[in-house]
């Protein structure tokens, strides 16, 4: 059992594009320093969870608590302020700055963001192309580009998003190192991936949605037991 304490608590959250119903009274926690990933087919609801926390939905009801303070209706730049940080699938790479100037945008919302020393040592060949136009960085490292605008900002949850997509094996490593570290220096994630192989390798927890709806919870620990289970839930 994990005793550390909630960073994230999500209760009976319903949320809503329109008349469409999306998120049908989800659940979950995360606790600080944890890895949980959130599993699910396309269209199950776990890139509207992440805009839900992010404050991004038109319409959204329930409760979501960041470290015992409900941020539900409370606007985006607010809820960053409380240190959370999202890398959203579409990246958000300024094609008219540069590398640099696109890590140096966001600003720091604390002392604890990582230094350009610290994410150098992260991500080396991206320092190289400091001076490069973000978008003639490759696939590759716009994501690492992605990823080291949150880590700069200091904040300590992070919400990322399909993080390994369409991305060579090689720099798929490099994310998940970067993931384990973020760990280890006691960051909080919460990882929306369909490449189930690159997040059972990284996660301490894992929710499946489907349908909108919370439809399994389990730990690494018991992975390995209900792979049926999964593999039915996913179609792996």
Known sequence: MNRAPIHLSIR????????SHVLHGINLNVHQGEVVS??????AGRTTLLRAVMGLMPRASGRIMLQGADILGMPSHQIVRRGVGYCPEERGIYASLTCLENLMLPPRIADTG???EEIASLFPNLKERYASPGTKLSGGEQQMLAL?????TGARLLLLDEISEGLAPVIVQSLGNAVRQLKQKGFTVVLV?????FSERLADRFYVLEEGSVVA????????ARREELSGLLGL
Do not use: K, P
Not at 38 to 43: E, K, P, T
């Open 12 to 19: 009976n959250l319903n949320a809503f594009y329109g008349e």
């Open 38 to 43: 959130i599993l699910g087919r396309n269209g």
């Open 114 to 116: 990582m230094s350009e």
């Open 148 to 152: 080291a605008r949150i880590f700069r």
């Open 193 to 197: 991936e369909q490449n189930f192989r």
């Open 217 to 224: 919870e389990f730990t690494r620990d018991e992975l390995n």
